[in-house]
């Protein structure tokens, strides 16, 4: 699916708000509120759902709340494509030069995003990534525990200095983000890759709650044998980062 960056006299935003979703139809409407309840009156934001080939009633929940709230945008995907090609859909299409994601099942909070977006406005041009950091998580034992191995694995192979990569909640430049190579699974890889840009990352721990309602939609077992290739893939890609020349031109 091809989404184009809207032209500049649509384009009032400063931050994009991007969740992807795929059959969170009972998340939706809870879950926008407490966008709007942390933004409101802080910044001119857009929120961009992108509906990743939902089965259920998610894009009816979207059309009816996007007839009362003229910022709330939604993306679809014709089939389910995954949640790094969600996000991506929505950054593509973002208005703003700040982009804040978040997961679409209310385990991330959205009283987090003005920290996250403060932290990128405040740390100036060499901060190309806020992350969220986890505490208090309200996963499971076995969950936590296959989470803590990965991020113990990818650390210690990228050095990417970062506890926690898995966190939805994050905000980045939106020309960072579209200046990396692309992959599925680019989004669980973004301190890495933020870095292999030259970029610095900042840190904001967050505090997770449980999903309100329904099932995960992205599990660890869809992607543990990807996962493995993407690590050896993103490792390849930072051994083989060459210094950006500086380029001028001649008048």
């Not at 910022?71 to 996000?87: D, E, K, M, Y």
């Not at 987090?112 to 208090?136: C, K, M, S």
Request: hydrophobic share 45%.
């Amino acid at each position: 699916m091809s989404v184009d960056l809207p032209s500049s006299a649509t384009a009032a935003a400063a931050v994009s708000i991007v969740v992807p979703v795929r059959n969170e139809a009972e998340n939706v409407a809870p879950l926008i509120a407490e966008i709007a309840a942390a933004l409101d009156g802080r910044w001119d934001y857009e929120i961009i759902y992108v509906n990743d080939g939902s089965t259920d009633a998610t894009a009816d929940r979207l059309a009816a709340i996007m007839k009362q709230r003229g910022n709330l945008r939604q993306i679809r995907h014709a089939t389910s494509s995954g949640q790094s090609a969600a996000v991506r859909s929505g950054v593509r299409a973002a208005r703003g030069a700040i982009v804040a994601t978040l997961d679409g099942d209310g385990q991330n909070n959205p009283a987090f995003l003005p920290d996250l977006i403060a932290a990128i406005e405040n740390g100036g041009a060499r901060v190309g990534l806020a992350a969220g950091q986890r505490v208090g998580r309200k996963d499971s034992g076995f969950k936590k525990l296959q989470s803590r191995i990965a991020n113990g694995v990818r650390n210690a192979i990228l050095r990417d200095g970062t506890r926690d990569t898995g966190c939805g909640l994050k905000a980045f430049r939106r020309e960072v983000f579209l200046m990396m190579p692309y992959f599925d699974g680019l989004h669980r890889f973004l301190p890495a890759l933020v870095r292999r840009e030259g970029f610095a990352i900042a840190y904001v721990d967050v505090i997770d709650r449980p999903r309100r309602s329904g099932v995960s939609n992205y599990g660890f077992f869809d992607r543990l044998g990807i996962g493995i290739m993407d690590l050896a893939g993103v490792w390849w890609l930072i051994r083989r980062k060459k210094p950006t020349p500086v380029a001028t031109e001649v008048q």
